[in-house]
């Protein structure tokens, strides 16, 4: 998602501790004007989990690069046999408490955006608007030649017809929704190429080792400038992709408050990090300050 990221990051034993006190989040959404930075910790209560947290799939499981899908026909076999079973349940994830909470920051003004870092589309499914999928969005696919979209959903018919009865069963499945599937369980799965031209289809996310577009970044960086404060949620901000954007506003004298249970690379930048669990944390914040969720969708 960003050029040769680094997946890991080791918290500096100086890091000032987290705390359980959301007075300051309270009175930062209170004042209006937050833009939230959100990432894969708000979505492990919707069934994704996280990339770095406890049992974080970084220990298990290395993210597809841009340059080895682009250079290698097995590698994007591999990808799209793993992406298309992950997509199965990765497609029927529902927006959390957490997520609700965010939308109803949202509906009663108190917000001028949210950018998150997530590809599952679950804040727009729970009613926010003005969402900037920093990189991408799992639903949507695009043609590398003819860079034609097409949604996900139309790809994953396609792509159950032609590989019938493909049904391996997955020991996990990840924040990008790849499924952890052996080479013999990917046997000589059917890729399918765009219906328009026959070239490659990528899923329209960035992925590792890609940039993520300038005009998209220039937009975030304009949000930041025009935001009182910046609320920091279930990210450890161990990317650049993020990162930047808290120390655009640490250095442009905004506050910067973290909701996120593990040190984040950017809490030396922030005034406060809550280490609660995020559903719990937003609805609490939510209740204090009179605002209704909205409820659970329907399945």
């Not at 993520?212 to 220039?218: C, F, H, L, Q, S």
């Not at 990090?273 to 969708?297: F, K, S």
Request: proline letters at 7%.
């Amino acid at each position: 998602m960003r050029m040769r990221p680094t997946l890991h990051w080791t918290p500096p034993e100086d890091l000032p501790p987290g705390t359980t006190d959301l007075g300051p989040v309270v009175d930062a959404l209170r004042s209006g004007g937050v833009l939230v930075l959100s990432g894969a910790g708000i979505s492990t209560e919707s069934g994704i989990p996280d990339y770095r947290g406890e049992g974080g799939s970084l220990s298990r499981h290395t993210p597809m690069t841009y340059q080895d899908f682009t250079a290698s026909a097995q590698a994007r076999r591999r990808y799209w046999a793993r992406s298309h079973l992950g997509w199965r349940t990765f497609g029927r994830a529902r927006p959390n408490a957490g997520h609700r909470a965010v939308a109803a920051f949202g509906r009663h003004g108190l917000l001028t955006g949210v950018i998150t870092q997530n590809v599952d589309g679950l804040h727009q499914a729970a009613g926010s608007e003005d969402v900037v999928e920093l990189h991408g969005s799992l639903g949507r696919v695009v043609c590398l030649s003819c860079r034609a979209l097409s949604t996900r959903r139309e790809l994953a018919e396609r792509l159950e017809e032609a590989n019938a009865g493909f049904e391996p069963v997955s020991a996990a499945i990840n924040p990008d929704g790849d499924a952890d599937l052996t080479d013999e369980q990917i046997g000589d799965f059917r890729v399918l190429p765009c219906t328009i031209c026959g070239g490659v289809l990528k899923p329209d996310v960035v992925f590792f080792g890609e940039a993520v577009p300038p005009e998209r970044v220039a937009h975030c960086r304009d949000l930041i400038q025009r935001a009182a404060a910046l609320l920091v949620l279930g990210s450890s901000l161990t990317v650049m992709s993020g990162l930047r954007f808290v120390r655009q506003a640490a250095q442009a004298g905004k506050p910067v408050l973290i909701i996120n249970r593990d040190p984040t690379r950017g809490d030396a930048h922030a005034v406060t990090r809550v280490a609660l669990p995020l559903g719990t944390a937003l609805t609490t914040v939510a209740e204090r300050l009179d605002l209704p969720l909205p409820h659970q969708p329907a399945t």
